[in-house]
């Protein structure tokens, strides 16, 4: 029960960390919004108060001596993903403070780079959030407000890391994974079985008849390819012979 209670806490605090990263890529494109510097504060802060979750739940399991050999090995394999996660949330923490301060969105400093992204990101916000719909209620100075926020929050975030390795000693090198690199690749996507936020990944369709209308293609530029010939060989022919 312990491991999966685990496994269903990460999920959700990955799931979130996703969102927040998806978030921070629009930071500073046309995409760019009040409504974004909004949700990125929402989504960031719904992953620390899991990320604590799950720092005070693998703890606990992790000091406990009477656990199996099999147990702490998974345990040890989960605080490894959990350290991953942590990681990658502050490094998007410091790229969003990086790219708030350069794009301050009352008084614009420079113009916003044309990414070439469209549309809102409030899908992607209100799944982090576990939400229908996203309700918005940040002052209209959220862009520069929040950044001294954010910059307390970083300072948080790398403590809490630095804790982490205090209190339990795992070394990555040390755990073995359960499958081969790239095997997620090629299982089929799971939802999981977190109520938090879920990216939802589309897959395409595979597109009926595209080999058939590569092969004509093919056929086509041979068939010009030998005309081609055959016209500069009779051009050829006649220069010889005329001349």
């Known amino acids: 029960m312990g491991k999966e209670e685990c496994k269903t806490m990460l999920d959700a605090l990955n799931k979130v960390t996703a969102c927040y990263r998806h978030l921070v890529i629009a930071l500073g494109s ?128 790398g403590q809490m890391r630095e804790e982490m390795e205090m209190k339990v000693q795992v070394a990555p090198w040390a755990v073995e994974a359960k499958q081969e690199a790239g095997a997620e690749l090629k299982s089929t996507l799971s939802t999981g079985n977190s109520s938090v936020g879920v990216i939802s990944i589309c897959e395409e369709e595979p597109k009926e008849g595209l080999d058939g209308e590569t092969d004509i293609m093919r056929i086509f530029a041979g068939i010009v390819f030998v005309a081609i010939l055959l016209i500069a060989g009779i051009l050829g022919y006649l220069v010889i012979n005329l001349s």
């Open 30 to 157: 046309t995409s760019d919004s009040q409504n974004l510097r909004e949700e990125l504060k929402k989504t960031r802060k719904k992953a620390q108060e899991l990320a604590v979750a799950n720092r005070t739940k693998l703890t606990t399991l992790l000091k406990d001596k009477s656990i199996s050999k099999d147990d702490r090995a998974e345990y040890e394999r989960l605080w490894v993903l959990f350290s991953s996660s942590m990681e990658l949330l502050e490094v998007d923490m410091k790229r969003s403070l990086e790219i708030g301060q350069d794009f301050p969105l009352k008084v614009p400093t420079r113009h916003l780079i044309q990414t070439g992204m469209t549309g809102a990101t409030t899908t992607v916000a209100a799944r982090a959030m576990s939400v229908q719909n996203m309700k918005y209620d940040g002052d209209a100075n959220i862009d520069t407000a929040d950044l001294k926020d954010l910059e307390t929050e970083i300072v948080q975030v």
